[in-house]
């Protein structure tokens, strides 16, 4: 089963920190590059971070530049999302997400969400 499973998420007070996880199974992680999205109610899905496949390249919404690190582990298959400095307006269902090309064609690949709470 080709599959992220996201992990790390919950409530936490204004300027605290949250480690997510995204485990990833049944595709070679490290072929690929990985982003972290995620989406606020009523607000549209908004991409956080992104990833190169060795880990050399990273990028980051203005939003969260300076506040959150992306990285992986390819030996884990495993990539995650070190926030800090978290901010109310950080509130939001955060999802891992991989384009991977399999015999049939390319397939997005997403993980189910981790809720993330920020608030006094």
């Known amino acids: 089963q080709v599959q992220f499973v996201e992990s790390g998420g919950g409530l936490v007070q204004p300027g605290g920190s949250l480690r997510l996880s995204c485990a990833a199974s049944?595709?070679?992680?490290?072929?690929?590059?990985v982003r972290w999205y995620r989406q606020a109610p009523g607000k549209e899905r908004e991409l956080v971070a992104g990833?190169?496949?060795?880990?050399?390249?990273?990028n980051y919404a203005d939003s969260v530049q300076g506040r959150f690190i992306i990285s992986r582990d390819n030996l884990k298959n495993t990539a995650y999302l070190q926030m800090n400095s978290l901010k109310p307006e950080d509130t939001a269902l955060y999802y891992c997400?991989?384009?991977?090309?399999?015999?049939?064609?390319?397939?997005?690949?997403w993980g189910q969400g981790t809720l993330v709470t920020v608030s006094s």
């Open positions: 997400n991989a384009d991977i090309y399999v015999d049939y064609g390319n397939v997005e690949v």
């Open positions: 049944g595709f070679t992680f490290s072929y690929y590059a």
């Open positions: 990833i190169l496949s060795d880990g050399g390249g990273t």
